[in-house]
């Protein structure tokens, strides 16, 4: 296969001026095992069928996760599913924007560049990092490379993430989310 092109993009990012993401004082060291952030997850919790993502804190405020590829994520015979791998994408750059920052927020805007296929049995190593902060406005992005650290890069991911408040949770999810965030052993949360 020819190399992938570099860049798809031609817009700016982020998208408006923003300031450096200064780390949470609290934020996780480097080679800190990150905690699932809400143990009925769909991508981090111990879920049936779920993705099972784990990450770690990396130097220079990148965030590294891991998501496996099994037949249960195929969209075509043999390779993943595009929406699961987006998937993938909104846990690892959530992760990066809730560890570092620890400022409660949800997806506001999630994007993906597919560079290359990404067969069952393979493992996408997912780099994320925060980029610039706005007010309640969070701007993430993240790369995914094929079997390795530093394999061939197969998917790239942009998003905007929007902080909220608590009742965010509570009103339009369920009454007890604060209960049952805080159920999870060290999550992140409130
Ligand atoms: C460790 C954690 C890992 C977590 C990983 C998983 C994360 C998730 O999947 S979260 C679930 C999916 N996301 C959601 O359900 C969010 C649903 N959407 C909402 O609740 C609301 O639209 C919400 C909160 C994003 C924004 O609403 P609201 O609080 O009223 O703010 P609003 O004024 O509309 O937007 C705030 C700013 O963001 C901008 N914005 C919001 N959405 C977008 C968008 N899609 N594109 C561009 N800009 C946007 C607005 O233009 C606004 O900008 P400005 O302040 O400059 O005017």
């Known amino acids: 296969m020819s190399e992938a092109p570099r860049s798809r993009r031609s817009t700016p990012w982020p998208p408006v001026d923003t300031e450096s993401p200064a780390p949470h004082p609290d ?11 809400y143990d009925q997850c769909f991508g981090c919790g111990d879920v049936e069928g ?10 220079h405020a990148l965030v590294h996760s891991q998501f496996a590829v099994t037949e249960a994520h ?6 993943a599913h595009g929406g699961l791998l987006a998937c ?3 846990e690892a750059l959530g992760s990066a924007v809730g560890n570092l920052l620890r400022r409660p927020a949800v997806t506001g805007k999630l994007e993906t560049d597919f560079l290359r296929p990404v067969p069952v049995g393979s493992t996408l190593f997912i780099t994320a990092k925060v980029d610039g902060v706005a007010g309640r406005k969070l701007y993430a992005s993240a790369e995914g490379r094929l079997g390795a650290e530093d394999g061939s890069v197969a998917v790239r ?4 993430f929007v902080e909220v408040g608590f009742e ?11 209960t ?3 159920q ?3 999550q992140i949360n409130p």
């Open 50 to 59: 779920g993705l099972h993502m784990r990450s770690t804190m990396g130097e």
């Open 157 to 160: 991911a942009r998003a905007l």
């Open 184 to 186: 999870t052993p060290d």
């Open 27 to 37: 934020a996780p060291r480097p080679g800190t095992k990150l905690a699932v952030h």
């Open 88 to 90: 993938a994408f909104d």
């Open 168 to 178: 965010h949770f509570t009103t339009h999810g369920d009454p007890d989310a604060l």
């Open 180 to 182: 049952k965030f805080r």
């Open 74 to 79: 195929q969209g075509a015979p043999g390779l």
